[in-house]
C-alpha cells in the first residue's frame, strides 16, 4: 500500500454540520468521517472530512464522481463496483500503487481501515492488502465484519437481463451484512471448485483421494453459501415484496439446485446430495472444463410483485425501481432487526427518477439515518435535499464545498 506518501497536496474539507433530521435518527449507521485517497484513479490525493449525513457529490461527466465511490465500494469484500484489475485503479503516470483509508463509524465503534496495492514483484499474484486498525489483515474477507455497504450504479441498469453472475453477487453482497462469514464460505469454495476443475483438466489419472477431499470441501462450503442465500432470502424476501411506496415490491426467489435440495430436506442430506453429484460429474466436469453443479450457478430471480411481470421484462424504469426496492428493504430490514444503518452509494440513481419518487427516495433514506453518497451531473435535483446533505462539487478531480 502507498499510505506513507506525501498528502501535501491533498484538498482537506470539513463539513462538520450535522443536519438537525440526520442528528436525530438511528446513530447506529455505517458512516465515514474522513476518506483519504492515494493515486486513486484520478486523484494523487484526496481528504474529505464528514458528517454522519448524506453526502452529494455533482459536477460534469469525467469530474471523478463515481470514482470516489468505488474508492468506497472497496470497503467491503471483492472487486469494488467496477471489478476492475487491482493495477488499473493506480492513477496513470504513478508508481502503481494506490490506497483507500478512511475512519469509519460502525454499530461496534469507531475503526480505521485501509485497503490498497502494491505492484507485485517477480510474476507474484495481484492482491489488495487490508488493514484494520493500522494491523494488516490475513485476507480481505475480514472486511465484511467490519463494514456494510451497498450500491447501485448505472451498469447494474442490465442486472435482471445480463447473465447470473452479476445477480448471484449482488445478491451474495447482500448477505455478507447479515453474515460476515458468507464471504470466507465463497471463497474457500471457489478455491477448492478451482483446484478439482484443474485436476479434473490437467491431469490423466488424478489422485482419487485428493478430489474427494476437494469435493468434500465444496459440499460443506457450496451448501453452507446456500443455506446463507436462503436464510437472507426469508429475511429480506417479504420486506422486498411489500416494497416502500412509490417503489414497487420486489418479489425475489433464488434457482438452484442446492437451494432446491435445502427446501426440500435436511442440509446434511443436500450436503450427502451435492457431494454424490460432484463424484459422479467428474467425467462430464473434467471435458466441459466447467463444474455444472453448485452454487456458483445459483440464479436470483426478481418479479415486479405489482404486475407479476419478471424483472428482465419490466421497463428500464421499473427495473430500476425494483433493484432501489431491494436496497431499501435490505437497509430498512436490517435497521429493524439489528439496529445498523449500512453505507449505501447510489451513483447517478437520482436522475433516473421522476420528481416524486425522487423525494420519497430522499425522506427514506434521511428517516432510516443513512449515509448515502449520491452523484449527479445536476445539482439542481438535489435542491430539496440541500438543508440535509453535505453537498460538494467535484471538478478535474478536485473536491469543494458547494
Ligand atoms: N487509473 C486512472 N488514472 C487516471 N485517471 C483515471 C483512471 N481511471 C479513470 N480515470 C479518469 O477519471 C475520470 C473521472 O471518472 P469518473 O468515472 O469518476 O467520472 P464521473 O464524475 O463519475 O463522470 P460521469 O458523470 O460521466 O459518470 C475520468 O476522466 C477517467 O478517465
Ligand atoms: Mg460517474
Known amino acids: 500500500m502507498c499510505e506513507d506518501k506525501d498528502l501535501s497536496r491533498i484538498a482537506s474539507l470539513r463539513n462538520d454540520e450535522v443536519p438537525e433530521r440526520v442528528r436525530s435518527e438511528s446513530p447506529r449507521r455505517y458512516a465515514i468521517s474522513r476518506l483519504t485517497l492515494t493515486d486513486f484513479r484520478c486523484y494523487d490525493g484526496l481528504r474529505l472530512d464528514l458528517g454522519p449525513g448524506p453526502v452529494v457529490l455533482t459536477g460534469p461527466n469525467g469530474a471523478g464522481k463515481t470514482n470516489i465511490l468505488e474508492a468506497l465500494s472497496l470497503l467491503i469484500p471483492g472487486r469494488g463496483l467496477r471489478r476492475p484489475k487491482l493495477s488499473e485503479i493506480s492513477k496513470i503516470g504513478s508508481a502503481g500503487g494506490w490506497a483507500v483509508a478512511v475512519d469509519a463509524e460502525t454499530p461496534s465503534g469507531p475503526v480505521r481501515l485501509g485497503t490498497g496495492f502494491s505492484p507485485p514483484e517477480g510474476g507474484a499474484r495481484e492482491r489488495r492488502v487490508v488493514r484494520v486498525d493500522g494491523q494488516t489483515a490475513a485476507n480481505q ?106 417503489f414497487p415490491g420486489a418479489e425475489l426467489s433464488l434457482a438452484g439446485d442446492l437451494e432446491n435440495w435445502l427446501a426440500s430436506g435436511p442440509a446434511l442430506e443436500a450436503e450427502d446430495r451435492f457431494r454424490a453429484a460432484l463424484a459422479g460429474d467428474r467425467r462430464r466436469d473434467g471435458e466441459t472444463g466447467r463444474t455444472g453443479c453448485g452454487p456458483h450457478r445459483t440464479d436470483l430471480i426478481v418479479h415486479h410483485a405489482d404486475t407479476g411481470q419478471a424483472a428482465e421484462l419490466c421497463s428500464t424504469g421499473e427495473q430500476k425501481a425494483l433493484l432501489i426496492a431491494i436496497v431499501l428493504a435490505n437497509a430498512t430490514q436490517r435497521s429493524a432487526e439489528r439496529g445498523a444503518v449500512p453505507l449505501l452509494l447510489l451513483d447517478e440513481v437520482a436522475a433516473h427518477l421522476d420528481g416524486e419518487r425522487r423525494e420519497a427516495l430522499f425522506d427514506h433514506l434521511i428517516t432510516l439515518g443513512a449515509q448515502t453518497w449520491f ?11 440541500k438543508s440535509d446533505a453535505q453537498m460538494f462539487r467535484v471538478m478535474d478531480g478536485q473536491v469543494s464545498d458547494v
Open 141 to 246: 474477507n475480514v472486511l465484511a465484519e467490519m463494514m456494510n455497504v451497498y450500491w447501485l450504479t448505472p451498469q447494474m441498469d442490465g442486472l435482471f437481463a445480463d447473465g447470473t453472475s452479476g445477480r448471484r453477487r449482488f445478491f451474495d453482497r447482500l448477505v455478507y451484512a447479515w453474515d460476515p462469514a458468507h464471504a470466507g464460505r465463497i471463497s474457500a469454495y471457489e478455491t477448492a471448485m478451482r483446484e478439482r476443475s484443474r485436476l479434473l483438466r490437467d491431469e490423466a489419472h488424478p489422485d482419487a483421494a485428493w478430489l474427494s477431499a476437494l469435493e468434500d470441501t465444496m459440499a460443506k462450503r457450496g451448501i453452507a453459501v446456500a443455506a446463507a442465500r436462503l436464510e437472507l432470502l426469508g429475511r429480506v424476501g417479504p420486506a422486498s415484496a411489500r416494497g416502500l411506496s412509490p
Open 375 to 385: 452523484t449527479g451531473t445536476d445539482e439542481n435535483l438535489y435542491q430539496a435535499f
